[in-house]
Structure formats: C-alpha cells, structure tokens
C-alpha cells in the first residue's frame, strides 16, 4: 500500500475528502518526525513506539576495495512495533 492508496482508504473509512485525508495524514507523519528529532518517543498503544536511537563509531569495509573505513556515531530512527500489532501479524 502507498501514500495515496492509504489516503484514499482513509477517505473512504472515515467519510472525508481525500484533500482533508492527506492533509491529515501528512500533519500526523510530520508531528511524529519532529517528535522523534527532539528526541521524544511517540507511542501508539496496540501499534508501536517511535524512538531516536544512538549509532556507535564502528569499522566497516568498502565493498568495492575491501578497505577498512571509519563510520562515525550517528543518530537513526527506531520503529518498535507493539504486541498486538506483532500477534496481528502472525
């Protein structure tokens, strides 16, 4: 499912336009981006937590060259799904 296929299944389940969906939809992702920077978590009961995770300094190799190269700490998103999103998957 895409962006616009899950907007228009938004529209049609809650009985809005798809204009209304995607702006909707959009403030939701946006809110959570911004959240997650700041270094909040977003948690989503029954579907998952949305967290700023810590990268270590680590070696790793070039592919093409096999040499060894330095790859700095960096900050990553983390998406941890929760339990009944998990059962539901099964």
Known sequence: MNKAQLIEKLAEETKISKVQAETILDCC???????????DDVKLVGFGTFTKAKRKARVGRNPQTGKAIKIPASWAPKFRPGSEFKALVK
């Open 29 to 39: 992702v946006d809110t959570i981006k911004k959240a997650v920077k700041k270094g």
